[in-house]
């Protein structure tokens, strides 16, 4: 059996939110066209724990829980000519991008908001990618231990 793990993902909340995973409760991740990002969700397996992150929005921030529910696999956006993430060097026999599906778990009352989460970064670790300078990554492992500790921060 493998250990769980835990993520951060972010989304921009006009293009998918959590209130769009929770009334659909499950969701392929599509459009990530970073390799680093995308060779992360290549480790994810079911059951890991992610926290939803929105970006570009008032409050930057955590905004609930999803969990993956399926492994990684092609994403079809990557060969739709109409879509936004086509990729013409992406075919299906050699496909470039993958994506997971995530499941909603639950929203917070409040967001745990990326001021907050910077007010610990002694106790996250220069290693937590979300407050180091310069990394925009998509998608981000985040140790149990951050896991634990960003939960905490959550207003109940």
Known sequence: MTR??????????????????????????????????RNFMRQMQVGDGVLFYHSNTDVPGIYGIAEVAATAYPDPTQF???????DEKATREQPRWELVDVSYVRKFAAPVALEDI?????????????????SRLSVLPVTAAQWKLLLSLEKK
């Not at 739709?80 to 086509?86: L, P, Q």
């Not at 910077?118 to 310069?134: M, P, V, W």
């Open 4 to 37: 769980k793990r835990y993520w951060l993902m972010k989304s921009e909340p006009t293009d998918f939110s959590i209130e769009d995973l929770e009334r659909v409760r499950t969701e392929p991740w599509t459009g990530v066209r970073n390799y680093q990002a």
């Open 80 to 86: 739709e000519k109409k879509s936004k993430y086509f």
């Open 118 to 134: 910077r007010g610990h970064a002694d106790a996250l670790g220069e290693e937590f990618a979300l407050i180091r300078k310069g």
